[in-house]
């Protein structure tokens, strides 16, 4: 039974594209079958990330006005064999896109894979809503921040009403991924606490991402962190929150980077 | 200082750059004139069409976009029927 899941923030720059690519790589590194949506028209980024911007053909918005089919517009990983995209348009306008249209590409897409991951745009515009509008549950990334949290209460306010499964009356499965968490910070009291955001939102956790230097060095090289460096902090997080999301009971924990004795000494840049 | 650069990976920075400047003056060329491969895909398929019946399921199309060289792959199925209507 495939499982529709959209990545939303209302706030941007906190982590959903990153979030979607490597929560979705790390789905199809379990042998799932997975599809990542970007759904931000005229900026989409989700191929960047991914590694896959030279070899877009066909986009979300020729497979919605019919211009292209789906099988021609899906991009394959090259490292993982059950891991697609399906890229945004960048030169067109987000009103292209119909609820409509919409709805057909994510039916066809329920019935290739067993994760269709929705990269919302930011914002609560008409992107935003169409992200969400068919699915099944969703990732609420947020920063310990307050403008941030914020934003999270007003779109699980959305998901709540403006969902198709919330207008049957239906429940939609609602997680809260915090990113950019900063221990030392947060223990310092510089940083909203991981209890005071989720007792502000009543979502329950999905994971916890660690500030790290790695998440910039997976981007720059185009592979999402679970895949460039599976054995680093944010990428453990990562590959543990994607196994919640499969239902499996896995502890909460904040992985760290250990630092070898040179990279104390020296200290390592950032990426 | 260059010793304890051995035991530091290699900087990404500079694989975000390449990939960036590419990616952007295919960008670029797109907004001021249409981007040349999407319109070598265009006609070349309208020429394919001309001739030959086909679907547009049956064509898969590759494009991987270099610095120097881009490629563009069109695989066609065309049908062995098609050229006993031509030839008639």
């Known amino acids: 039974m495939a499982k529709v899941l959209v990545v939303t923030s209302g706030k941007g720059g906190v982590g959903k594209t990153t979030s979607t690519a490597a929560l979705g790589a790390a789905l199809a590194q379990s042998g799932q079958s997975v599809v990542v949506v970007d759904f931000d028209v005229g900026l989409r980024n989700l191929d960047l990330v991914m590694g896959a911007e030279r070899r877009v053909v066909f986009d979300l918005i020729n497979v919605v006005q019919g211009v292209a089919k789906l099988s021609q517009a899906l991009i394959r990983d090259k490292r993982i064999e059950t891991l697609w995209l399906l890229p945004a348009s960048q030169t067109r306008d987000k009103d292209a896109l119909t609820e409509d249209g919409v709805g057909r590409v994510i039916k066809e897409l329920r019935a290739k894979f067993d994760w269709v991951i929705c990269d919302s745009p930011a914002g609560i515009e008409r992107g935003a809503t169409l992200a969400m509008r068919f699915a099944d549950a969703a990732v609420i990334v947020t920063n310990p921040e307050v403008s941030s949290v914020r934003d999270s209460d007003r779109m699980i306010g959305l998901l709540d009403s403006k969902t198709e499964r919330a207008e049957k009356g239906q429940r939609i499965d609602k997680h809260i991924l915090i990113t950019r968490y900063d221990a030392a910070r947060a223990a310092r009291g510089e940083m909203l606490s991981i209890e005071d955001v989720l007792e502000i939102l009543s979502t329950p956790l999905l994971g916890i991402i660690p500030e790290s230097e790695e998440v910039l060095r997976a981007s720059n090289l185009g592979s999402p962190v679970t895949l460039c460096n599976a054995a680093s902090a944010p990428a453990r997080a990562y590959l543990a929150a994607a196994r919640r999301l499969k239902g499996e009971d896995v502890p909460m924990t904040i992985p760290n980077d250990k630092k070898g004795l040179l990279d104390k000494l020296f200290g390592r840049r950032a990426a | 200082m260059s010793m304890f650069r051995l035991?530091?990976?290699?900087?990404?920075?500079?694989?975000?750059?390449?990939?960036?400047?590419?990616?952007?003056?295919?960008?670029?060329?797109?907004?001021?004139?249409?981007?040349l491969l999407t319109i070598l895909r265009e006609e070349i398929l309208a020429v394919i069409e001309k001739h030959v019946p086909i679907a547009r399921e049956n064509v898969q199309i590759k494009m991987d976009r270099g610095e120097a060289v881009s490629l563009l792959e069109i695989d066609v199925e065309v049908p062995n029927t098609a050229g006993l209507l031509l030839s008639a």
């Open chain 2, 7 to 35: 035991f530091r990976r290699s900087s990404s920075a500079p694989i975000a750059r390449e990939r960036l400047q590419i990616l952007l003056a295919h960008e670029r060329g797109v907004r001021g004139q249409s981007d």
